[in-house]
């Protein structure tokens, strides 16, 4: 079953096409990112599928519903959760937990959604004394607090240390797991390569790819990176490699479409020298790399090495 369908979206603010003809689909129980660099469309998109604003063309279903005209049938059935709601400071946790679930017919117990986003120990704690990354979790709380088929989350991880972000994206698996659709959108390759099960990825209005990682990666078919530190008078004694080999600051970096080859040949070049390879690792190709050739970002690397 299809929980959103969206075919030839368009979408325009005066000259602009901030969303020109994009058509997608997300299954059931899928977790799909939308991702694009600034202005790319990703915000109209969502707020077009959760009915708050209106399109100018094309055919959009989600839950079988069309958002524009769903009203609170449609509402009562998807979560919201927004980069920073405001928050009345005097409740605390399970307060406004507890009221946001007493808007919906269906909904979880106030407890058990209260750990469930980690905030047991917090759940008569007072708003204003929350911390940035627990006020994110409330805000993760309230959107799951009718018991949505589909949640929304925004760049649900901005502005997180790196151990919540770690527990963030353990709950969004723990939730699709629970089988809750999720539409999410994030500026973190990683984030989308680590939780999402397909990435659209948008640029400029336009939909350029849709797949999972490992397709966009096939499609893309950019070099693996192999890294090793090694004194530059060594260096200059390397064995020939299928790769391109760079060196800066004592680290060496093969760009390589053949991994395994190029592996054995340095390592076997090491051996029969008795040398080290320090900090050496094979890297194949990131989500991120993928994102930035399609969108054709520039990598920060290698425009520092161009300096
Ligand atoms: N209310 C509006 N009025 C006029 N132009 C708008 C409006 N909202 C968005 N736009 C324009 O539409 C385009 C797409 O904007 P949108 O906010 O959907 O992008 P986005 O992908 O969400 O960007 P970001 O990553 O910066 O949040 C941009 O060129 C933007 O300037």
Do not use: C
């Not at 047991?120 to 959107?143: E, F, I, M, N, P």
């Not at 060496?252 to 070049?269: G, K, M, N, S």
């Amino acid at each position: 079953m299809r929980a959103i369908e969206v075919r030839h979206l368009t979408r325009g603010y005066g000259a602009v096409r901030a969303v020109d003809d994009v058509s997608f689909t997300v299954d059931e129980g899928e977790v799909f990112a939308l991702l694009g660099p600034n202005g790319a469309g990703k915000t109209t998109t969502v707020e077009i599928l959760e009915g708050y604003r209106r399109r100018d063309g094309g055919e959009v279903r989600v839950l079988g519903f069309d958002p524009a005209t769903g009203g609170r049938a449609y509402r009562e059935r998807i979560g919201i959760v927004l980069q920073s709601a405001g928050f009345e400071e005097e409740f605390t946790v399970r307060e406004l937990v507890r009221l946001q679930s007493s808007l919906y017919p269906r909904r979880h117990d106030t407890d058990e959604l209260i750990a469930l986003v980690g905030l047991a120990d917090k759940r008569d704690t007072r708003v204003k004394a929350l911390s940035g990354g627990q006020r994110r979790r409330l805000d993760l709380a309230l959107g799951l607090a009718g018991a949505p088929d589909l949640l929304f989350l925004d760049e649900p991880t901005t502005g997180f240390d790196p151990a919540a972000r770690h527990r963030a994206w353990e709950l969004i698996a723990r939730l699709r797991h629970l089988g809750t659709t999720i539409l999410l959108t994030t500026h973190y390759l990683e984030e989308a390569e680590r939780l999402a099960d397909r990435v659209a990825i948008l640029r400029a209005g336009r939909l350029v790819t849709v797949g999972s990682p490992d397709q966009l990666r096939d499609t893309v078919q950019l070099p693996s990176l192999i890294t090793f530190r090694l004194p530059a008078v060594v260096a200059t004694d390397l064995p020939v490699l299928t790769g391109e080999v760079s060196h800066a600051d004592g680290a060496l970096r093969v760009r390589t479409h053949d991994p395994l080859a190029d592996t054995y040949r340095l390592t076997e070049w090491a051996r029969t020298r008795r040398l080290d390879l320090p900090g050496l690792s094979l890297a194949p190709p990131t989500l991120e790399d993928v994102y930035l050739t399609l969108t054709g970002e520039p990598d920060p690397e290698e425009a520092d090495h161009d300096r």
